[in-house]
C-alpha cells in the first residue's frame, strides 16, 4: 500500500515542469491528481503522458472564474481535496528601471493574487487534516539583480503560509513552503532572454550552486510529497537548492 492511496491532489501549473513531475510522483503513490494549466493542448498532452488517474481542467488561477470552474469540477468527481500544491508561477526579468505596470500585474496576479484565491476556494473542499504546500522560490531570500518583482512575490508566498498555519490549525490544515532554486523546467524559455543570455544564466547558476549543477524537477517534487505526507511538518520552508542559500 502506497502513502497516497485514495488521496485527492490538486496541482496548479501542473502541464510542465515542477508541477508535472510532482503530479507524477503523486500519481506513483496512489493518488488521484487534478493538473490545471492555462493552455489546453500542453494539458492534454501532460494529461495523457500521465495516464488514468490524471485529470486536467484547462484554466488560468489569475482568473477567479477560471477557479471557480477548477472547485466545481473537483466538487463534481471527487468531492474532497486532500493535498493542494499551489505551483502555478510565472518568471520575468526587469530592473527597476524597467519595471512597468503591466509587468508588476502580470507576476503578482498569477504568483501571489492567483496563489491566494487558488487556496482560499479550495478551503471547502479541503478535509480536516489536509496538506497544502505553496510554491515559493529561494529568489524569496536571494538578491538577484532585475529579478526584484518576482522575488517580493514569492517572499509574499512564504508570508501566507505563516499566517495560514496558525489560522487553519483548528482545521489540522499544515501549510508548507517548497522553494526551489535553479531547476531544469521550461521556465528558461519564457523569461524573454535571448539563447545566448539563457546559455550565460545556467552557467551562473550552476556556479552558484555548491552541488554544482542545476536541479531536476523530480528532486523538488520528492520534497513536495514530503511535506504533503509527514504530519508534523507546518509552517516550513523547504529549500531545494543544492545549497545555493544556505551555505
Known amino acids: 500500500m502506497s502513502e497516497l492511496d ?10 510542465s515542469g515542477i508541477g508535472l513531475a510532482t503530479a ?10 487534478i493538473v490545471t494549466g492555462r493552455r489546453a493542448r500542453e494539458l492534454e498532452e501532460a494529461v495523457a503522458r500521465l495516464g488514468a488517474k490524471a485529470h486536467g481542467v484547462c484554466g488560468d488561477v489569475s482568473k477567479l472564474a477560471d477557479l471557480d470552474a477548477l472547485y466545481a469540477e473537483v466538487a463534481r468527481k471527487f468531492g474532497r481535496i486532500d493535498i493542494l500544491f499551489a505551483n502555478a508561477a ?36 479541503l478535509v480536516e487534516g489536509g496538506a497544502i504546500i505553496l510554491d ?13 518583482v518576482y522575488s517580493a512575490g514569492k517572499a ?3 508570508s501566507f503560509a505563516r499566517s495560514w498555519t496558525k489560522e487553519f490549525a483548528h482545521r489540522r ?3 508548507n513552503v517548497v522553494s526551489p532554486g535553479a531547476t531544469e523546467t521550461p521556465i528558461y524559455g519564457k523569461l524573454g532572454l535571448t539563447e545566448d543570455q539563457v546559455a550565460e544564466l545556467r552557467a551562473y547558476l550552476t556556479t552558484r550552486t555548491p552541488l554544482g549543477r542545476i536541479g531536476r524537477p523530480e528532486e523538488v ?7 504533503a505526507t509527514n504530519g508534523y511538518v507546518a509552517g516550513a520552508d523547504l529549500l531545494v537548492d543544492g545549497g545555493m542559500s544556505s551555505v
Open 6 to 15: 485514495g488521496k485527492i491532489a490538486v496541482v496548479t501549473g501542473g502541464a
Open 173 to 175: 490544515i499544515r501549510v
Open 221 to 227: 517534487a520528492q520534497a513536495v510529497l514530503f511535506l
Open 156 to 158: 509574499a508566498v512564504r
Open 24 to 33: 507524477a510522483l503523486f500519481i506513483e503513490r496512489g493518488a488521484e491528481v
Open 90 to 125: 510565472i518568471a520575468e526579468f526587469a530592473p527597476i528601471g524597467a519595471v512597468s505596470e503591466e509587468h508588476f500585474d502580470r507576476l503578482f496576479d498569477i504568483n501571489v493574487k492567483g496563489l491566494l484565491f487558488t487556496v482560499q476556494k479550495a478551503l471547502p473542499l
Open 136 to 148: 515559493s522560490s529561494n529568489a524569496s531570500v536571494e538578491g538577484t539583480p532585475a529579478f526584484g
